[in-house]
């Protein structure tokens, strides 16, 4: 059974910081894994995308990482603002329906 | 482009009450999904639905039920409303089940007293 771990769970960090979030899967057979950023009391929207074949993919400031033989994943923010707090959630498809296991996700506090 | 479209926003039922939630989107995608979120928790999955007449349980299916019988429209129906179904539900939607983004709607909170 899939199971998606992040860690920490919260992270506060002063503005400018780069910093790094961890996510790891124990099943390494996954088509994709995706990145969200959750506002309080908000819905999730897409960061990133990353397809099994790829190890990188970028967006603007971020850049999200993919080691299947280890069932990890990073994703950097670089030069971290006060609007990138928020709830940053991975998730992988379980099977061949795109039903997604979520991890519990990381609460990033960018302090100015 | 709306996307993915979810109503009410909020609501708050009584235990027993009955309700139908609400999810549309305009994307022709043929999979959508139903989770749950409960605080400080990640997303578990309900219910799925892999096209029109196509439905199947997820996670935490129990206290719901769901019907697809158009492409856009997924609904969500609570019978017999308890305290623990109290959270925010999230509809999705993905045009393919492997290698596809999956976008979400903004969410229902629900709170049942």
């Known amino acids: 059974k899939q199971e998606v771990t992040q860690i920490p769970a919260a992270l506060s960090v002063p503005e400018g910081e780069n910093l790094v979030l961890n996510c790891s899967f124990t099943?390494?057979?996954?088509?994709?894994l995706q990145w969200f950023r959750q506002d309080p009391g908000k819905g999730l929207t897409s960061l990133l995308l990353i397809q099994s074949s790829q190890r990188e993919q970028t967006s603007g400031r971020l850049n999200a990482s993919l080691d299947k033989s280890s069932g990890r994943s990073t994703l950097y923010i670089a030069a971290s603002q006060p609007g990138d707090s928020a709830t940053y959630l991975c998730?992988?498809?379980?099977?061949?329906?795109?039903?997604?296991?979520f991890g519990q996700g990381t609460t990033l506090q960018v302090k100015p | 482009n709306a996307g993915v479209t979810q109503t009410p926003k909020f609501r708050i039922l009584k235990i027993g009450q009955s309700m139908t939630l609400q999810c549309t989107q305009d994307?022709?995608?043929?999979?959508m999904y139903w989770y749950r979120q409960d605080p400080g928790m990640g997303l578990k999955l309900i219910y799925y639905?892999?096209?029109?007449?196509?439905?199947d349980k997820g996670e935490v299916p129990n206290g719901y039920n769901v019907s697809r019988s158009t492409t856009e429209d997924f609904p969500l129906r609570l019978e017999l409303a308890a305290p623990s179904q109290t959270s925010v539900y999230f509809c999705?939607?993905?045009?393919?089940?492997?290698?596809?983004?999956?976008?979400f709607g903004p969410g229902t909170r629900l709170t049942v007293l």
């Open positions: 994307m022709n995608h043929n999979y």
């Open positions: 998730a992988v498809p379980s099977g061949n329906t795109g039903k997604l296991i």
């Open positions: 999705a939607s993905t045009s393919s089940g492997r290698a596809e983004e999956q976008f």
């Open positions: 639905s892999v096209g029109a007449g196509i439905t």
């Open positions: 099943d390494s057979a996954i088509y994709n």
